[in-house]
């Protein structure tokens, strides 16, 4: 016969192993309601399912963008998320093309905003419809205005005037300064800087990137047209390459190179010789930060910069760091 004392002890034990049982089975741990345990499982699926869209002011094809393509699939990759990547440059074409990304409800959108007129009322839109925004690469002034949560590149005018200030060690007095997309702030505050920081003569010279043989001419002429000229700043690596081969065809061993943006033919130009300096902004990170920076936005509601650029540059490639540049411009992340 059992006593009270042994009814008591059986019914605890019992409510004992029946506690352990549903906390160690995943049956009923899934069906829980608490709120560590649902949570943490609904923010990771959160996170794995957005899609983020990057919409550039780029033509397909255009080799700087490719590494912030490679970029931002990376971070893709190692987030876990879907981003799409788009780019015109028209930009009433990229305008349509965030209104597209907008019209699909995406969880966050990355825009390059080298003319954020014309970009102005579909960024607003995507702001309204609760979309956060980062802007990349140009744009950085009107970045907070119409209401991006950061941007990730670099002060065009602060890069311009490094520039210059190289241009002016080297002692150069008249330099011209290719500017290859029409309505660019960006490249326009860029040669704004170099010429404030040179402190001698530079000239602007309007050239087409779409158009390389047409931008080398268009070299050669001014090349030809004034001996004073000593130096040239491309904004482009691709332009860069048509200016040199302006250089050599218009015979000028006294013109100084210096560029922005780098790939290999870049780094081969410099170890030569041909070309003094490069100007990285590091466009793998202008793809691969911003998706970061939306998935810490959207799975944990921080932001990044505290109100200011999150730059990527300037920095310079010379003969004295070019070797150690290389091997990553193969694999496509410089």
């Not at 069906?31 to 499982?41: K, L, Q, R």
């Not at 399912?49 to 397909?60: D, K, M, Q, R």
């Not at 941007?151 to 065009?156: A, D, N, P, R, S």
């Not at 920081?197 to 309007?206: K, R, S």
Request: glycine residues 10%; charged residues 15%.
């Amino acid at each position: 016969m059992l006593t009270t004392r042994t009814i008591f002890a059986t019914i605890a034990l019992s409510l004992s192993m029946a506690g352990c049982s549903k906390e160690s089975s995943p049956v009923a741990g899934a069906g829980a309601s608490t709120s560590t345990g649902a949570s943490e499982p609904s923010k990771a699926a959160a996170a794995k399912s957005a899609t983020f869209a990057l919409v550039s002011h780029a033509n397909p094809g255009d080799k700087f963008w490719d590494v912030v393509k490679n970029g931002e699939e990376q971070a893709g990759k190692d987030l876990g998320v879907k981003v799409t990547y788009q780019g015109s440059g028209d930009p009433q074409k990229q305008s349509q093309l965030i209104d597209l990304a907008v019209s699909q409800k995406v969880d966050g959108l990355i825009v390059s905003m080298a003319n954020p007129e014309a970009l102005r009322s579909s960024i607003q839109k995507a702001v309204q419809a609760g979309i956060p925004v980062i802007t990349i690469n140009s744009g950085a002034e009107k970045s907070a205005e119409l209401g991006a949560i950061t941007h990730v590149g670099q002060t065009e005018k602060i890069a311009g005037q490094a520039a210059g200030a190289r241009m002016a060690k080297k002692g150069l007095k008249h330099v011209i300064c290719v500017i290859h997309e029409a309505g660019n702030v960006g490249l326009e505050e860029r040669c704004a800087g170099a010429k404030q920081a040179l402190g001698a003569q530079l000239d602007n010279l309007q050239v087409s990137v779409s158009d390389l043989a047409s931008a080398t001419s268009t070299i050669v002429a001014k090349l030809q047209s004034d001996p004073s000229i000593d130096g040239a700043l491309t904004l482009n690596n691709a332009v860069a390459g048509a200016a040199a081969n302006a250089i050599a065809q218009s015979n000028r061993t006294n013109v100084t190179l210096s560029t922005f943006d780098v790939d290999a033919n870049i780094l081969a130009n410099i170890a030569s010789g041909k070309i003094l300096f490069a100007i990285d902004q590091q466009p793998y990170l202008q793809g691969y930060l911003p998706v970061t920076f939306l998935n810490l936005y959207r799975t944990n509601g921080t932001t990044v910069g505290g109100g200011q650029p999150v730059l990527t540059g300037p920095g310079f490639i010379d003969k004295g760091n070019v070797e150690q540049v290389q091997k990553y411009v193969q694999q496509g992340a410089r």
